[in-house]
């Protein structure tokens, strides 16, 4: 890439002024881009980062422009959530509808106070036991931040991430930064800095590259503004330990489960469809002993096969060798034993699919419980077909 730089302020600005053109958004995933035509990609260590280096990001977020970081979950597309014009240009580069809330990133208690205002009880407890982590919560926006990040909507989404580039990042911006993945829409989210450039080439200006992110799916998100908090988009930060922290019953939204789309979105990842490989998807959603699983995905690959499709299957390490014996690609998503590997690799298997000239992906199913409601909730929001019942 060549020295990493960061571009003048008027560079920024003039971007900004100016639309690009439907051309200049649209961004192939899979061409081979040259260097100078994608964003300054800058390495960083993920445990003890260079200061010195962030602050040439932080001075892209403080100029209103758009910065790529890693988080403990996924990369996120990050801009000055006070900077209206800056939000909207990441709607613009992810080609992101207005109404999809942003989560705003923090790293201190003065930050969630200069956005969010009424902040109940339960966060102050998020803060102080679960804060930095994986976990989101939404309540009443201030006056002050602008309708972009919040969707239009008078509630944000708020979080303190756990990573240390993300921490630094915002501390040396000096404002929460709105982001969210750093993917195009509907695609599978990014979980290492290549994913980034593949989808967004230049449409942003910066990328912090830490390597891959630890937990591979985004963050879990609860609705404190009500006296039951509600849970709008699972993930990392499990419902059982949201009621352990939290003191109360969680009430699962419709939405959470993946089988409905809301009407509002009230947080990232409840409306539209979401982490879709451009290769159709068929999730075989019928039972989730390891027998059951076998037999139902084994059938389901066999029916499309036998239609002539080229059928790739998505399988866990205990059952992958009973596929490959009857001739079918495969591809592990990890252990069934430890779905938090499933987790981390979710999206970069979905995003490797497309790749393997595969005309059908056919995925097994996991519990809807722990880790694996998130990792339920992606599949899916991201399949082309969910068969139920066989």
């Known amino acids: 890439m060549g020295q990493s730089r960061v571009r003048s302020a008027e560079n920024i600005r003039g ?53 790529a970081f890693p988080t403990e979950t996924v990369y996120g597309l990050g801009a000055d959530s006070f900077n209206e014009e800056a939000c909207r240009a990441i709607y613009r580069a992810k080609k992101r509808p207005l109404d999809n809330p942003s989560i705003v990133h923090i790293c201190d208690r003065r930050q969630l106070e200069a956005v969010a205002t009424h902040i109940p009880e339960t966060a102050s407890r998020v803060e102080e036991k679960a804060w930095p982590g994986p976990l989101t919560i939404v309540v ?16 944000v989404a708020v979080r303190m991430p756990a990573h240390p580039v993300a921490l630094k990042l915002i501390e040396l911006s000096g404002t929460p930064i709105a982001a969210p993945s750093a993917n195009l829409s509907g695609r599978p989210s990014p979980t290492n800095p290549q994913h980034v450039t593949d989808d967004l080439g230049d449409a942003i200006d910066m990328v912090l590259d830490a390597g891959d992110t630890f937990f591979g799916v985004e963050s879990t998100i609860v609705d404190l503004r009500g006296k ?20 109360a019953k969680v009430r699962i939204s419709k939405a959470a489960k993946g089988w409905a789309e809301a009407e509002v979105a009230m947080a990232p990842g409840m ?34 096969k036998g239609a002539g499709e080229r059928v790739l299957v998505l399988s866990t390490d205990e059952i992958a060798s009973a596929y490959a014996r009857e001739g079918y690609d495969v591809l592990s998503l990890g252990a069934r034993g430890n779905l938090y590997t499933v987790a981390r690799n979710l999206y970069a298997r979905l995003r490797q699919v497309d790749a393997l000239g595969a005309t059908v ?30």
């Not at 100016?18 to 300054?40: D, M, V």
């Not at 009443?140 to 509630?155: A, F, H, Y």
């Not at 908090?229 to 990392?236: A, E, F, H, K, Q």
């Not at 056919?362 to 019942?389: W, Y």
Request: glycine share 6%; net charge positive; aromatic share 6%.
């Open 15 to 67: 971007r900004q002024q100016a639309e690009r053109s439907t051309k200049e958004h649209l961004i192939n995933p899979f061409s081979a881009l040259s260097a100078s035509f994608l964003a300054n990609v800058i390495k960083v260590d993920a445990v003890t980062p260079d200061t010195s280096e962030i602050e040439k990001a932080a001075a892209v977020i403080r100029d209103g422009g758009l910065v």
């Open 140 to 155: 009443k926006k201030s006056k002050s931040l602008p309708s972009v990040p919040t969707g239009g909507l008078d509630s």
């Open 228 to 247: 039951t908090p509600v849970l709008l988009r699972p993930g990392p930060f499990t419902v059982s330990e949201l009621q352990r922290l939290l003191g």
């Open 271 to 304: 409306k539209y469809r979401h982490y879709a490989p451009n290769t159709k998807l068929v999730l075989v959603d019928t039972g989730t002993d390891i027998s059951t699983v076998r037999h139902s995905t084994m059938f389901v690959a066999e029916r499309y």
């Open 361 to 390: 992906v056919v995925s097994e199913s996991f519990e809807d419980r722990g880790i694996g409601l998130a990792i339920m909730n992606r599949l899916r929001k991201a399949a082309s077909v969910s068969i139920r019942s066989l």
